[in-house]
């Protein structure tokens, strides 16, 4: 053999061993999920499968701002032997993105896992939009303002979205700091700094594989399969042909209190539940109640969890891509919602709280909890069957005219807005 053929099995060899390619001697690596992700720490692990590989010297995962980590970066060591192990990382910066690999070295050499990738909460804790933070979109920096001017929203939905869209407008044309430019029609305006950019649009729906839509119902979100490939398909075209998107929410409609109720009442909450679910195999007016437990009352096949589910599978799937977008929660309408309707819409909505709080790296635009109160931070509440539930005040219902509320209840969904995408950028809320 020639020095340069010496050469190349060499680095074939040195190749195998130090990028995770499996050989004869190399055991299976699996990287776990990525969970309890704070500012500066989160948990992953792996699972090795020996398969009549040589023992396991050590085990662990390993972790960089870049892609395809080693354990030259920064790694936890472990144990040793095969099977699955859980591992704590440390050490890491908010509001940053990492990607993680879990590791395994035997006598053969280092063998690596699938790569997974986590962002870092930003400080000032979790992203939560609703009716404490109203107040505080005047506390943003200029920097941030700066940031979010940057950005491109899009508040997908029907006509109840028009409130936040038209709020933003509003709220320019009382402090010009808030400067914004909203599309609702045609190609979304491409990159600049000078203004938020704002529409509803989204790449295809359930009837388009392609072209830019504008009217985005629960069929294109959440209710079947369909819907939540081609939004996940529609976020990767977003990111890799622009514009790019950089915060995607769903603009609840009446989805969650229209069509007829359920023909009996709920054991535990002691309601009926409402809703339509276009898309959905079951039928497009068909209440939809909590979970699973409930499709037995409804006869629906989808619930709030189907939501809670097709969100979070977006917001997966920008991070397994590493995408800077970010997918947020909502919460929906609390107009013109009274008796067991509207308190079984109020289970729902706080269902969503718990859920997004349950994780703090979730972000939640609670629409639903900023039209409750008015700006001197007064309650309305309604009952039924000595329930009491929150509901939209007058002062932010106003007319109707602005997407079912006036412009008193869409300049706060405005502020709030501007609030929670500030806080995307980076800013810490202090």
Request: with cysteine; hydrophobic share 30%; glycine share 10%.
């Amino acid at each position: 053999m020639n020095n340069i053929s010496r050469l190349i099995s060499l680095a074939l060899i040195f190749g195998n061993l130090t990028t995770g390619c499996q050989n004869d001697k190399g055991p299976r690596v699996i990287t776990l999920d990525i969970t309890d992700v704070t500012t500066s720490s989160a948990k992953s692990g792996g699972r090795i499968i020996d398969e009549d590989s040589d023992f396991i010297i050590s085990r662990g995962v390993c972790w960089s701002r870049d892609k395809k980590p080693t354990t030259d970066d920064n790694a936890t060591s472990d144990g040793s032997g095969s099977g699955q192990f859980t591992s704590n990382i440390i050490g890491l910066e908010s509001g940053r993105t990492y990607y993680v690999r879990a590791y395994a070295t035997n006598s053969s050499g280092k063998y690596y896992g699938d790569e997974k990738s986590l962002k870092t909460i930003s400080e000032g804790g979790q992203i939560i939009a609703d009716h404490t933070v109203v107040d505080k979109y005047d506390d943003i920096p200029q920097y941030y303002i700066d940031q979010v001017k940057k950005m491109w929203l899009s508040y997908a939905g029907e006509s109840h979205s028009k409130a936040v869209r038209t709020g933003l407008a509003l709220l320019e044309s009382q402090n010009s700091v808030y400067q914004v430019n909203v599309t609702e029609s045609g190609t979304p305006e491409g990159f600049t700094s000078s203004h938020l950019r704002a529409s509803r649009a989204t790449w295809g729906d359930l009837n388009n594989s392609s072209g830019w839509v504008y009217g985005y119902g629960e069929e294109d979100w959440w209710t079947n399969s369909t819907a939540i490939s081609r939004t996940k398909a529609g976020i990767t075209y977003c990111n890799t042909n622009g514009p790019k998107l950089s915060a995607i929410g769903f603009g609840w409609c009446y989805d969650p209190t229209d069509g007829y109720p359920s023909a009996t009442a709920d054991p535990v909450y002691g309601v009926r539940w409402f809703g339509v679910s276009f898309g959905s195999s079951s039928g497009d007016i068909v209440a939809w109640g909590l979970d699973d437990d409930d499709n037995s009352i409804t006869g629906n096949v989808v619930n709030l969890n189907t939501y809670l589910s097709a969100t979070q599978q977006y917001i997966d799937h920008c991070a397994a891509n590493g995408y800077d977008t970010k997918v947020f929660f909502t919460t929906g309408p609390v107009d013109i919602v009274t008796g067991d309707a509207g308190y079984q819409n109020h289970l729902k909505m706080e269902a969503i709280r718990n859920y997004v709080k349950a994780d703090p790296s979730r972000i939640l635009f609670d629409y639903a909890d900023i039209l409750c109160y008015d700006d001197n931070g007064s309650l309305t509440t309604t009952t039924w069957n000595g329930h009491t539930y929150p509901i939209i005040t007058k002062t932010n219902l106003g007319d109707a005219s602005i997407g079912h509320i006036g412009s008193a209840g869409a300049i706060r969904l405005a502020k709030a807005m501007w609030w929670m995408l500030a806080r995307i950028a980076g800013w810490d809320g202090e």
